[in-house]
Nanobody, 128 residues
Framework: QVQLVESGGGLAQPGGSLRLSCAASGFTFSSYGMAWARQAPGKGLEWVSGIYNDGSNTYYADSVKGRFTISRDNAKNTLYLQLKTLKPEDTALYYC?????????????????????WGQGTQVTVSS
């Protein structure tokens, strides 16, 4: 079955960096679009970034554009999210998810962990 395992979260200072990873198994990773979403305390789940199956196109939420970089290594079945210039408002539980298609069309809908395949999340805390 589909398994997504996030790692790389932790405590960072404002202005700092982290690199999140999502190890995927149980499906043909190179055939599907992938994405990161996050949920801050007391807030709903929101899209952060997404990437086509072949990495040829990406999406970023306005709040992270220019600071976060999504990438994937199809040979290693791994999705990444490089977080730079972190802000306290980036504090959240970060999830990776697999789309049911190769592109980013599902990002047009609100994210929901009730549908599709999601990891367990990795906590990012930005604080001095």
């Amino acid at each position: 079955q589909v398994q997504l395992v996030e790692s790389g979260g932790g405590l960072a200072q404002p202005g700092g960096s982290l690199r999140l990873s999502c190890a995927a198994s149980g499906f043909t990773f190179s055939s599907y679009g992938m994405a990161w979403a996050r949920q801050a305390p007391g807030k709903g789940l929101e899209w952060v970034s997404g990437i086509y199956n072949d990495g040829s196109n990406t999406y970023y939420a306005d709040s992270v554009k220019g600071r976060f970089t999504i990438s994937r290594d199809n040979a290693k079945n791994t999705l990444y999210l490089q977080l730079k210039t972190l802000k306290p408002e980036d504090t959240a539980l970060y999830y990776c998810t697999k789309f049911h298609r190769w592109d980013l069309l599902p990002i047009q809908a609100k994210p929901s962990r009730d549908f599709g395949s999601w990891g367990q999340g990795t906590q990012v805390t930005v604080s001095s």
